[in-house]
């Protein structure tokens, strides 16, 4: 059964860094392309960052350019998503997603973790 599992979630002051982990089981992960999402209320999720599970290439949304490090381990079947100079706009929840190369097969979502960022 896959199963994707968010963590890190946290309140933030303005400035901060945040690390957030989403842990995958049940799948390979070269199979997948990986990606944060985020969602604020009343707003479509929106793509934070994407990483190829097979080549390791990676996509930002402009917004966070140079503040957020998308990454993943593979022995570990772990996504990782480093926040630095983190701001208030960057207060949503934060979604793992797992989308497979393979038309046979599905999308998986994790549950969500809340990132809060205020002083």
């Known amino acids: 059964q896959v199963q994707l599992v968010e963590s890190g979630g946290d309140l933030v002051q303005p400035g901060g860094s945040l690390r957030l982990s989403c842990a995958a089981s049940?799948?390979?992960?070269?199979?997948?392309?990986m990606s944060w999402l985020r969602q604020t209320p009343g707003k479509e999720r929106e793509l934070v960052a994407r990483?190829?599970?097979?080549?390791?290439?990676?996509v930002y949304a402009d917004s966070v350019k140079g503040r957020f490090t998308i990454s993943s381990d593979s022995a570990k079947s772990t996504l990782y998503l480093q926040m630095n100079d983190l701001e208030p706009e960057d207060t949503a929840v934060y979604y793992c997603?797992?989308?497979?190369?393979?038309?046979?097969?599905?999308?998986?979502w994790g549950q969500g973790t809340q990132v809060t960022v205020s002083s």
């Open positions: 997603r797992a989308v497979p190369y393979s038309s046979n097969d599905r999308t998986y």
């Open positions: 049940g799948f390979i992960f070269s199979r997948y392309s």
């Open positions: 990483i190829s599970g097979a080549t390791g290439s990676t």
